[in-house]
């Protein structure tokens, strides 16, 4: 079925450390979007991705959407303890389709 | 300012009850929809809806219903409540689908079935 893999499901980093997630879906996506979730509150939108290849950043993330439109990744240079949260990807089917998401802790 | 707004926050109930989750935004925006965020199963898709008196199952429907009678609402019913419905429910809205469109979601009601 129409499903978006999202690996790994939790990553704890030392502060400064880089963080990556992953996205991947079996089938070619319309668009992706990025979302966060910091604990105990909702996901809020980061950005969306639409076309093959698309790179895009926003200060220390890096977003990308793969040459097949099939695979995203969300990149964090240098975390910092307010990156911590819940990272989630969204692909665009017939509707939309959540990954599980990546947890992040960030140790100070 | 615009918003979308849950209610109840919080809300317990019994096996077998018929609870509904109320969802109201001032974005007027098109779509709606609801979400369940289960630990290890991320937001997975209910229903939605696209505008007055449009509505579709999403990928977990079964044991819920909603109902749009204006822009503004989307109520989510569960016209059994059982265990398994025990979840974290988010509503979301977006003025369209597909490019640009970001989807604003709600604060989240926390449902526990006993």
């Known amino acids: 079925g129409q499903q978006v893999m999202q690996i790994p499901q939790y990553q704890h980093v030392q502060e400064g450390e880089d963080f990556t997630t992953y996205c991947n879906s079996s089938?070619?996506?319309?668009?992706i979007q990025w979302y966060k979730q910091r604990p105990g509150g909702h996901p809020v939108f980061l950005i969306q991705?639409?076309?093959?290849?698309e790179v895009k950043k926003q200060k220390r993330l890096t977003f990308q959407f793969g040459e097949a439109k099939k695979n995203s990744s969300l990149h964090i240079t240098a975390t910092q303890t307010t990156d911590v949260g819940t990272y989630f990807c969204?692909?665009?089917?017939?509707?939309?389709?959540f990954g599980a998401g990546t947890r992040l802790t960030v140790k100070p | 300012d615009a918003e979308i707004t849950q209610s109840p926050r919080h809300k317990i109930t019994e096996t077998g009850r018929q609870v509904t989750l109320a969802c109201h935004q001032t974005?007027?925006?098109?779509?709606m929809f609801w979400y369940r965020q289960d630990l290890g199963h991320g937001l997975r898709l209910i229903h939605y809806s696209y505008g007055v008196q449009d509505t579709n199952k999403g990928e977990v429907s079964d044991g819920y219903s909603v109902s749009r009678s204006n822009t503004e609402d989307l109520p989510l019913t569960l016209e059994s409540a059982a265990s398994s419905q025990t979840s974290v429910y988010f509503c979301?809205?977006?003025?369209?689908?597909?490019?640009?469109?970001?989807?604003?979601f709600g604060p989240g009601t926390r449902l526990t079935v006993l």
């Open positions: 974005w007027n925006h098109n779509n």
């Open positions: 089938t070619t996506l319309s668009n």
């Open positions: 979301a809205s977006s003025l369209g689908l597909g490019d640009g469109y970001e989807q604003f």
């Open positions: 991705l639409v076309k093959s290849g």
């Open positions: 969204a692909g665009l089917y017939n509707d939309m389709r």
